[in-house]
């Protein structure tokens, strides 16, 4: 997937703060919007280590997700639709 970043303003309050979007080009061609997030702590400041740790947290979700999928797909004997499944690459 190709994308460019650019920035929308966002009206939370009369700072001006900025979301990042991505603007990208999915596997069917389309065009879509991505926002960048940084994961921090509860008081907002960056921890690479607890960053790494909530990221390793959502990896182990989407295990037991897709085994859930896979569960499914022997019960109906059938593939779930593509945009059902997740994939590395988030799409």
Do not use: C
């Amino acid at each position: 997937m190709s994308a460019t970043d650019s920035y929308v303003q966002v009206a939370a309050d009369a700072t001006g703060k900025k979301v990042r979007n991505f603007q990208a080009t999915d596997h069917a061609g389309n065009t879509v919007q991505q926002q960048a997030v940084t994961l921090t702590r509860w008081d907002g400041t960056f921890d690479e280590q607890y960053a790494l740790e909530l990221m390793a947290a959502m990896r182990a979700m989407l295990g037991q997700l897709d085994a859930i999928r896979r569960g499914l797909e022997l019960l109906t004997r059938e593939p779930l639709p593509a945009d059902l499944v997740y994939n590395e690459e988030g799409v």
